[in-house]
């Protein structure tokens, strides 16, 4: 299959010839592009698209399929890179979502990936750093636990065990339900899992995490009090040295709770050095903020509270994985126990990629040392 690919694609800045591409990759993969994949490709390019005629957006669909295959790019990468305003050289710099998945695989143990996709693994190598209580509910064997934990934390977060991006993470309360309705809602969180399942194809867990609520320092939360707003602190593991790249802070807004590119979440860019934001805050969607739409604060300039003892617990939380060359790393800033871990992150986008405004990946090639030696991802 991949001799076929090669046959058939041709590096070109032709929209017209990426067109003609992308219509013979999709004859030659009948099965990754069949009515319901299209359908969904369709749904996201119209969402980013909105008034666009149909002949657009069907052009829009041919260039992220050329794309996808070209330089390894979603369709959300696509449009939120500029990939359409780009020469072939400027999008060689960026290290977009398949190409990443390679350098992550190389610089992290494939089969230890569970420790960092399960929420639940993360927790229990870090319940210092999490500052908060975390249980599993998996089986009926759990329902002790559930209820213990929901009578100290009536009010908490689901989030399914092992997804990302914020698929099915809810912010939940069982205050006021007696006994037997707090049965039936355990009943309906073991459900709930195995449907995660079904509806975002992603994951291998059929069970959910609760967390007790994070109760956020003032300073963070006063940019946007409903969500909780945390700091992406990726750290590259070289030779034994632990370096904090690109961290970044992640901020939501309109009053949701989750910090999730689904709901316009703003990432601004932080001095790794001083914990100063220096950039403003941008999302997926091409919108860029000098200061917060809802609280009015300014983004540059602003300084991350406690920033050493930030980079201190991202360092040492990094060392108790050697084995890991990257982690995006998330914290919150409590309000009475300092920083605490959120979670850690296998892969992760490289957001620094959409605020800075330009592909990095030479820059994160010359740190790690290595870089990919094929021309196209799927060839490795």
Request: some cysteine; hydrophobic content about 40%.
């Amino acid at each position: 299959m991949n001799d076929k690919l090669k046959d058939i694609i041709r590096i070109t800045d032709n929209p017209s010839e990426m067109k003609a591409i992308a219509r013979e990759i999709m004859a030659l993969k009948p099965d990754k592009y069949g009515e319901k994949a299209m359908a969904e490709i369709e749904a996201a390019v119209r969402k980013r698209m909105p008034v666009a005629t149909d002949g657009e957006v069907g052009d829009a669909i041919l260039a992220t399929i050329y794309h996808y295959w070209v330089y390894g790019s979603t369709y959300d990468e696509y449009f939120y890179y500029g990939f359409a305003r780009k020469t072939h050289a400027e999008k060689l710099e960026y290290m977009a979502f398949r190409v990443r998945l390679l350098y992550m695989d190389h610089l992290n143990p494939r089969e230890e990936k569970h420790l960092l996709f399960n929420k639940y693994e993360t927790y229990r190598l870090f319940p210092e750093y999490f500052k908060r209580d975390v249980i599993l509910c998996s089986s009926e064997a759990d329902w002790e636990t559930f209820l213990a934990f929901t009578d100290k934390h009536p009010e908490f977060v689901v989030k399914p065990t092992d997804m990302s991006g914020g698929r099915g993470v809810r912010r939940d309360s069982v205050a006021g339900m007696d006994t037997a309705r707090k049965r039936a809602f355990f009943g309906e969180l073991l459900a709930e899992g195995t449907a995660n399942r079904e509806k975002f194809r992603r994951g291998h867990e059929s069970s959910v995490v609760l967390e007790e609520l994070i109760e956020q320092a003032d300073e963070m939360a006063a940019f946007h009090p409903q969500s909780v707003n945390g700091v992406r602190v990726p750290t590259v593991n070289v030779d034994g040295h632990v370096h904090i790249y690109q961290p970044w802070f992640k901020v939501g807004r309109g009053g949701n709770f989750l910090t999730s590119a689904v709901f316009g979440t703003l990432d601004a860019g932080i001095d790794a050095e001083t914990g100063i934001i220096d950039t403003p805050g941008m999302n997926e969607t091409d919108e860029v903020f000098d200061a917060h739409p809802d609280s009015h604060i300014p983004f540059v300039g602003f300084q991350i509270p406690r920033w050493k003892e930030l980079v201190d617990m991202a360092r040492d939380c990094a060392g108790r994985l050697p084995k890991f060359g990257y982690v995006g790393w998330d914290f919150v800033l409590t309000k009475q126990n300092g920083w605490c871990v959120m979670e850690g992150n296998y892969s992760g986008d490289f957001m620094w990629q959409l605020y800075r405004q330009k592909g990095m990946k030479k820059e994160f090639e010359d740190l790690i040392g290595w870089k990919l030696d094929k021309q196209f991802w799927w060839e490795a």
